[in-house]
């Protein structure tokens, strides 16, 4: 699964920019990467576990601005097209998941 996070946070003011910089931080320390400015992914292994960090986000999120959080299967994810300057890139590919035995 791959949790993508979109948002618009306003930053007026010095406790807005602040507040949306504090946002950012703590959605990075949660495993979320940059995509693109104020959209951020996250990989999970399963569901439940996209699920959880769902739920991270709406507590992270500041009192004004919008947020939006959308799951997607890794299959809906390959799909993706992304270009750099009109050249195709290679494809995101997901995290690698630690196993301990």
């Known amino acids: 699964m791959w949790v993508l996070l979109f948002f618009d946070l306003p930053s007026v003011s010095k406790k807005e920019r602040k ?7 703590r959605i990075m320390g949660d495993g ?42 890794d299959r809906q ?5 992304i270009f750099v300057d009109r050249r195709l890139q290679p494809p995101i590919a997901p995290y690698q998941q630690l196993e301990f035995l």
Do not use: D, W
């Open 32 to 73: 979320f990467t940059m995509f693109q400015f104020s959209m951020y992914i996250r990989h999970c292994a399963t569901e439940a576990n996209a699920e959880v960090h769902v739920r991270r986000v709406v507590a992270l999120q500041p009192p004004r601005g919008k947020v939006g959080v959308f799951t997607i299967t």
């Open 19 to 25: 507040e949306a910089a504090l946002f950012r931080k």
């Open 77 to 81: 994810f390959e799909q993706i097209k």
